[in-house]
Nanobody, 125 residues
């Protein structure tokens, strides 16, 4: 198991930016594909973005494409989610998740077996 810890959440206004970080506890992280998910009150947890173990591939949900960017620094065991042009609909608890790397980035929650505790992002109008 790899422990994941998110940080960087907060309260911002519509149009502002935030950068979330997710730090991993073990070097094996560098072999993991990583995902970002979010869950708003009363809604299911949904896919936001994913990045391959070597950073060579990324994927985004349609709702954030063009506004959010994920990246990673394997030397620091950390991935990032840069969120620009935030909207009130982006309000949610954001989670990072990891799985052993494969040839295809995956977007379903059940395919990830390591999860962080989440960080709250609130966007006011």
């Amino acid at each position: 198991q790899v422990r994941l810890v998110e940080s960087g959440g907060g309260l911002v206004k519509a149009g502002d930016s935030l950068r979330l970080s997710c730090a991993a506890s073990a070097r094996i992280f560098e072999y993991f594909d990583m995902g970002w998910f979010r869950q708003a009150p009363g809604k299911d947890r949904e896919f936001v973005a994913a990045i391959s173990w070597n950073g060579g591939s990324t994927a985004y949900s349609d709702s954030v494409k063009g506004r959010f960017t994920t990246s990673r620094d394997n030397a620091k065991n950390t991935i990032y989610l840069q969120m620009d042009s935030l909207k009130p609909d982006d309000t949610a608890v954001y989670y990072c998740a990891g799985k052993v790397g494969s040839n295809t980035l995956v977007k379903m929650t059940y395919e990830y077996d390591n999860w962080g505790q989440g960080t709250q992002v609130t966007v006011s109008s």
